[in-house]
């Protein structure tokens, strides 16, 4: 969490979450997420997408609780384009850690947030290992909480890390390229192109009904006023877009190394994406989570 000015904001609160402490792990006051645009289920385009489904971790296998999912995931008219964000938690957590740092977020998610699920679509680790995020089918549209305003006919992808601070490597590029690309083409979708999205609500960036020119592969700061996705992994969208459209022939590359090898992780921190313009407003960047 980074707080500017001279003294702490009235409200401020810290919530630590135990990503293996099952269904007690947190202990907070609800936030509701911001309410759903309407739209039903919609059927991906027919034709072949433009690259090969990516080899994704299922939620089983990263140990999400489907017994704090209470509802069924919401549709939405079909997926328009992709927002990347990072967690801004701990940069410090191996390979064989990620599975945990993902029900981290999760949980804090959930019980901390009070929203149905966790709110990305998918999550790449600094390995590039992709995780499935919301529930509901990964080549469905399923509606998320990310991006406010822009949770409607979006997809989202989320890196664990701090990329303000650490810088991405091939791996993590590769992947998110990937992810981005193979959703986008369900749709017959150029991942380099362009998409006009029309804000659901007022966000502190956009007023509610305002259209906007966004890439179909976006940073999170780009639909909300947030520094999301790290100023490091935002400068590497430009190569992110140029690899996704190119996603057919690319070969994922091995972690570099030294990755897997680190001490074990600091508490992890997680962006509030439904809160982020009320926090702005105090001088707040992040909420901590553990």
């Keep these: 969490?980074?707080?500017?000015?001279?003294r702490l904001?009235?409200?401020?609160?810290?919530?630590?979450?135990?990503?293996?402490?099952?269904?007690?792990?947190?202990?907070t006051s609800v936030v509701e997420p911001g309410v759903p645009e309407p739209g039903g289920a919609?059927?991906?385009?027919?034709?072949?997408?433009l690259a090969g489904r990516p080899t994704v971790t299922s939620r089983s296998a990263w140990g999400a609780d489907e017994s704090l999912v209470k509802d069924p995931p919401t549709y939405t008219t079909g997926t328009q384009a992709m927002f990347v964000h990072h967690?801004?938690?701990?940069?410090?957590?191996?390979?064989?850690?990620?599975?945990?740092?993902?029900?981290?977020?999760?949980?804090?998610?959930v019980q901390s947030n009070g929203w149905n699920d966790i709110?990305?679509?998918?999550?790449?680790?600094?390995?590039?290992?992709?995780?499935?995020?919301?529930?509901?089918?990964?080549?469905?549209?399923?509606?998320?909480?990310?991006?406010?305003?822009?949770?409607?006919?979006?997809?989202?992808?989320?890196?664990?890390?701090?990329?303000?601070?650490?810088?991405?490597?091939?791996?993590?590029?590769?992947?998110?390229?990937?992810?981005?690309?193979?959703?986008?083409g369900l749709y017959g979708l150029d991942?380099?192109?362009t998409v006009v999205l029309t804000s659901g609500t007022d966000n502190g960036k956009y007023q509610a009904g305002q259209k906007v020119t966004l890439h179909r592969i976006s940073g999170h700061r780009d639909g909300s006023p947030t520094e999301c996705p790290g100023q490091n992994l935002y400068d590497d969208l430009p190569e992110i877009r140029s690899l996704a459209a190119q996603a057919g022939t690319l070969v994922a590359p091995q972690p570099e190394p030294g990755q897997g090898t680190e001490p074990a992780p600091e508490p992890a921190t997680?962006?509030?994406p439904e809160a982020e313009s009320e926090l702005a407003e105090l001088g707040i960047e992040g909420v901590l989570a553990r």
């Excluded at 904001?9 to 202990?27: I, K, T, W, Y």
């Excluded at 940069?91 to 029900?103: G, H, I, K, L, P």
């Design 1 to 6: 969490m980074r707080v500017s000015g001279g």
């Design 9 to 27: 904001p009235r409200g401020l609160r810290v919530e630590l979450v135990d990503p293996d402490g099952g269904s007690d792990a947190v202990h």
């Design 42 to 49: 919609v059927e991906p385009a027919p034709g072949a997408p």
């Design 87 to 109: 967690t801004a938690g701990t940069n410090d957590y191996t390979c064989a850690q990620s599975a945990s740092v993902v029900r981290g977020v999760f949980l804090y998610h």
């Design 119 to 184: 709110g990305y679509h998918f999550l790449v680790d600094k390995c590039g290992t992709v995780f499935e995020g919301r529930a509901g089918g990964i080549d469905k549209p399923v509606l998320g909480a990310h991006t406010y305003g822009f949770n409607t006919a979006t997809s989202s992808v989320s890196v664990l890390g701090d990329y303000s601070t650490a810088t991405t490597n091939a791996a993590v590029r590769a992947s998110v390229a990937k992810v981005a690309a193979w959703k986008l």
């Design 191 to 193: 991942p380099a192109g």
């Design 270 to 272: 997680e962006w509030v």
